[in-house]
């Protein structure tokens, strides 16, 4: 189903109870969707390690064991990336821990922009706010400036009528212009 750009798009509520997988996917997405940024993030310790392994090196020039550089690189990078995984699982947790706590979750999309309700809240965000939105197999991600700091999951299974998931994802494609900062990214992905 079309959004007609003459007429102002009727609203689209979805109401569903957020769970730990869908910030899980958005958390994904947004690491794929901005993998420049995560990059630049990481060029620091990546540089601070291949210093280390350089200094060793020198080191160990005069030692017996001048594989060492290469195994404590290793060891660490290994230790790096096991720590971004497990920041994001946790990170994951906490934001579906708070969602269980507030309940459910009511969000209306309009001409407007995005309402969302629970239990303790409410807010309006205008379209004019969001970067750029993703499609995986079970969401739609909505993502806010600063490298999708700010995002919001929309889960497909919040969606009542099944016409209303290509409603949905035309009304994302004529409210937020993403341009070229999105690739398609699965929800399977790691």
């Known amino acids: 189903m079309m959004v007609d750009e003459r007429e102002a798009p009727r609203p689209l509520t979805l109401i569903y109870t957020p769970v730990a997988e869908d910030f899980r996917v958005a958390l994904r997405t947004r690491r794929q969707t901005f993998e420049r940024v995560q990059w630049q993030a990481a060029r620091l310790p990546i540089f601070f390690l291949v210093v280390m392994a350089m200094l060793f090196a020198i080191v160990a020039d005069n030692l017996r064991y001048r594989f060492l550089p290469v195994v404590v690189l290793s060891v660490c990078s290994g230790l790096w990336v096991l720590a971004r995984g497990i920041a994001a699982h946790r990170q994951a947790r906490g934001f579906g821990g708070h969602a269980?706590?507030?309940?459910?979750?009511?969000?209306?999309?309009?001409?407007?922009?995005?309402?969302?309700?629970?239990?303790?809240?409410?807010?309006?965000?205008?379209?004019?706010?969001?970067?750029?939105?993703?499609?995986?197999?079970?969401?739609?991600?909505?993502?806010?400036?600063?490298?999708?700091?700010?995002?919001?999951?929309?889960p497909k299974r919040a969606i009542a009528e099944e016409g209303d998931v290509s409603y949905l994802r035309a009304l994302l494609d004529r409210y937020v212009n993403c341009g070229d900062a999105v690739n398609s990214v699965s929800d399977r992905s790691s």
């Open 100 to 154: 269980a706590v507030t309940g459910e979750c009511r969000i209306t999309l309009d001409a407007s922009g995005i309402q969302t309700v629970t239990a303790e809240t409410s807010s309006v965000v205008n379209w004019a706010y969001f970067l750029c939105h993703v499609e995986t197999e079970r969401h739609f991600v909505l993502f806010g400036p600063q490298q999708g700091a700010t995002f919001i999951p929309l």
